[in-house]
């Protein structure tokens, strides 16, 4: 398994045009996200990204929508670094990463912001490119050199999965999107025969893949001593107006 660090930073599509199919996937990856984001609540969501900035989303509550790239774009809002946003602790209630974490240098160091960033219960939904997928295999093949595919990391569904468990998320749904080669610049439809039975009898190979996550944090609560307090008895122990006397045998007999 290849480290999620490395040393240079990958260059990176501007808008979905400049990936193959790249309108088609952005249309597929709305009309998934769409269901989902009608369960988003609050005041704040953030589109992470040069692709996710693109994302239409027009049945979301939320109607403060940040866009933050990292270069100055005509649908920017923001423009800083994913891996350090200038955005306080917990005030997003929703982000979409629609596959930033494949171009990204540190895809670590940017979930560790989202996380920093989410509200406790907040959503978060990323999308991927499949490394196990014919694309992820002509990632490594003379075709279309040109192509910005070939910059991206291809990061496995089940490694994102587990970065995301690790920050104390929970993986609410999970969706296999599109059967594609990508690289050959050809168009699937995801109502075709053949697309449908590779979604549902080769999940594992799609191209693309959709996680939806929410952020869970369990309340600290105190927890109270079991204990009961001793009765107090006297051991013949007898009080006067002047002084307290013990009693004894001795002082009996007297």
Known sequence: MKPALITTSPSRPESWQDLPVGEHMKALIESEVEDFSRKFFGYHLVRLGNLSSEIELKSCPIKH???????????????????????????????????????????????????????????????????????????????????????????SCARVKDWLQLLGFEIVDVKHLMFNELFLNRKCKPSSKVNLWCQQYLSAFTTMYLIV??????????????????????????????????????????
């Open 213 to 254: 996550a929410r952020k869970r944090e369990i309340p600290l609560s105190m927890i109270k001593p079991k204990w009961k307090a001793s009765k107090f008895s006297t051991v013949g122990v007898s009080v006067s107006r002047g002084a307290m006397q013990v009693e004894t045998p001795l002082n009996r007999e007297k």
């Open 65 to 155: 929508q940040v866009n933050i790239t990292p270069h100055s774009l005509n649908h920017s809002n923001i423009v800083a670094k994913p891996s350090s946003l200038p955005i306080t602790e917990n005030s997003v209630d929703a982000f979409i990463l629609a596959n930033e974490l494949d171009f990204s240098r540190d895809p670590h160091q940017v979930l560790r912001e989202v996380d920093r960033a989410i509200i406790p219960n907040g959503y978060v939904v990323i999308t991927g490119f499949n490394p196990f997928s014919m694309s992820g295999l002509c990632k490594y093949l003379p075709i279309n050199k040109a192509s910005v595919l070939h910059e991206a990391r291809y990061f």
